[in-house]
């Protein structure tokens, strides 16, 4: 079981555990995308996740993982001495408890993004975050799971990705920026996917259409390919 049904399943340990969440890592890196790019970060990644998408970089954050106090993961990220935490998964947002853990990053006065697939609400979370917010393409083999009521819910705070798996991954996503006029509303990323889009092509498409999102590559893969805890 992932963490998610742990609980789910077993109501007791829902009543014992009031405080914890399943964590996966602990670490500082560079941010590698998002509006944040470039800052050092300390990313605290959440077990667990309902979606599985194709091209999923983070696998490996499925299971296991250890409970861990949220006050003491407080006093591991200011251990490290950063100001920008980076709460990711997985799907953090599949654990109830990290609604809490938000809060407690931002009342400590770090500036707290989130890393959520869009498939489940974002409406409790606090609004001091930045919740950046993955949109699931057809080719991401998960488009059914997105939770297009959050949309409505958007500031100017939030950030919207999309990862493009091919040209018809582009054009159905440029669709979707101009029906729900969400570059009015906050950034919107598009990044390639790993080897099933070359990034000088989605780059070209961008700039021939002058199209309102701005082009992203993930840092942390260039520098350091896919190695957990980088």
């Known amino acids: 079981m ?5 609980v789910a399943a077993d109501p007791a340990v829902a009543t014992t555990l009031p405080d914890r969440l399943r964590i996966t890592e602990v670490f ?7 509006r944040d790019a470039g800052w050092p970060t300390v990313f605290v990644r959440l077990t667990g996740c309902p979606l599985r998408c194709q091209y999923c970089d983070t696998a490996y954050a499925f299971h296991g993982g250890q409970w861990r106090e949220i006050d003491d993961l407080l006093l591991e990220v200011a251990a490290h001495g950063v100001r920008h935490v980076c709460v990711t998964g997985g799907e953090p947002l599949a654990q109830k408890r990290c609604i809490g853990l938000l809060a407690k990053l931002c009342d400590a006065g770090y500036q707290v993004s989130l ?12 609004p001091r975050v930045s919740r950046v917010l993955d949109i699931k393409t057809p080719g991401s083999a998960e488009v059914a799971r997105n939770l297009w009521s959050n949309l409505a819910l958007l500031t100017v705070h939030d950030q919207v990705k999309f990862v493009l798996c091919g040209r018809a991954d582009y054009d159905w996503a440029r669709g979707i920026v101009a029906e729900h006029h969400i570059d009015a509303i906050c950034d919107v990323l598009f990044s390639p996917s790993k080897d099933e889009i070359a990034p000088r092509d989605l780059a070209d498409w961008i700039v021939a259409d002058r199209a309102p999102v701005r082009f992203q590559m993930q840092l942390h893969k260039l520098l350091w390919n896919d190695e957990p805890g980088r």
Do not use: K, R
């Open 28 to 34: 500082l890196s560079l941010q590698g995308e998002a």
């Open 115 to 126: 890393e959520t697939s869009g498939a489940l609400d974002i409406s409790e979370v606090d």
């Open 2 to 6: 992932n963490a998610v049904s742990d």
